[in-house]
């Protein structure tokens, strides 16, 4: 049996969304919301549709949602053969050229594999070519472009107990990549982003270094989209059975570049290349 666990303070625009795919990939009763001190009633529709649990907020703090999270995705474990663990923003795809879904994916894995951890991709809107996100429709249906980034590179479908590191990007389980996508839909659209920025920069922070990018001014929010505009085209990131040769040269700077910390977690360097890929026709309908 497979689980999907995400964490979430007042997100109205992405719950539903969430529910939406990670019901129809592992099933609504399997499928937790951890309630982060939500205010805005946005979590009320879907409170007998899935498991919400409820935790109270000071502020946002990093070193606490991680460790709670770690511990409570690996008691899951329990009663799950495998189970997800993405921000509510995050939509982690199995290569449909080769699996009808993550469950299919789970059903094939690996013997005594720990965890997968995804190719990190953020669905990048370029707004000279592309019009303001519709959230009723499929969102890859509207959006061509991805950006590898090394931070999106998450150990996000565990088989065995697991401790990450803040941010989820670093974990005590060894980095294994597989046929996962991870779409992050951060900077997926410029004027959704200014939107949730202004909910993000009057959020209350434990820690004023914690969540820097989510608290930038307006204008550096839209100079990084201009930015994205100019950035090399690559070509499809999967096609023909095979992937992009540029993104196979990224994961393997990536696994080179890895390090363990002094708390024995992985320490994936950082990558982020100003190179775009397009999004295959087989991913367009699945987020």
């Not at 270094?209 to 839209?222: A, N």
């Amino acid at each position: 049996m497979l689980a999907a666990v995400t964490m979430v303070y007042n997100e109205p625009e992405f719950i539903p969304l969430w529910i939406k795919y990670y019901g129809e990939q592992v099933g609504k009763e399997n499928c937790y919301i951890v309630d982060n001190g939500s205010n805005d009633g946005s979590l009320d529709p879907y409170r007998h549709e899935v498991n919400v649990i409820r935790v109270p907020r000071e502020y946002k703090d990093n070193q606490q949602r991680t460790k709670f999270l770690s511990e409570f995705c690996s008691s899951l474990l329990n009663y799950f053969s495998h189970v997800i663990h993405v921000d509510v923003d995050e939509f982690i795809v199995a290569n449909p050229a080769r699996y009808q879904g993550l469950k299919d994916y789970t059903a094939n894995w690996v013997k005594n594999r720990k965890s997968v951890t995804a190719i990190g991709l953020n669905v990048t809107q370029l707004p000279s070519e592309e019009d303001t996100i519709d959230f009723s429709r499929p969102v890859l249906s509207q959006r061509s472009y991805v950006r590898f980034v090394s931070p999106m590179c998450k150990p996000c479908i565990i088989a065995k107990p697991i401790t990450w590191s803040p941010g989820f990007h670093g974990s005590t389980h060894e980095t294994v990549f597989d046929d996962i996508y991870m779409f992050h839909m951060r900077y997926f659209d410029l004027q959704y982003g200014l939107t949730r920025l202004e909910r993000t920069r009057n959020m209350k922070w434990k820690s004023e270094k914690d969540g820097q990018h989510q608290r930038v001014e307006d204008e550096t929010w839209k100079k990084w989209f201009v930015s994205f505009e100019k950035f090399l085209k690559k070509g499809l990131f999967y096609s023909d059975g095979s992937m992009n040769e540029t993104l196979v040269t990224y994961l393997d700077q990536l696994r080179e570049g890895s390090s363990i910390d002094s708390t024995g977690k992985t320490k994936p360097p950082m990558l982020t290349p100003n190179t775009l890929f397009e999004v295959p026709e087989s991913f367009k309908k699945l987020v």
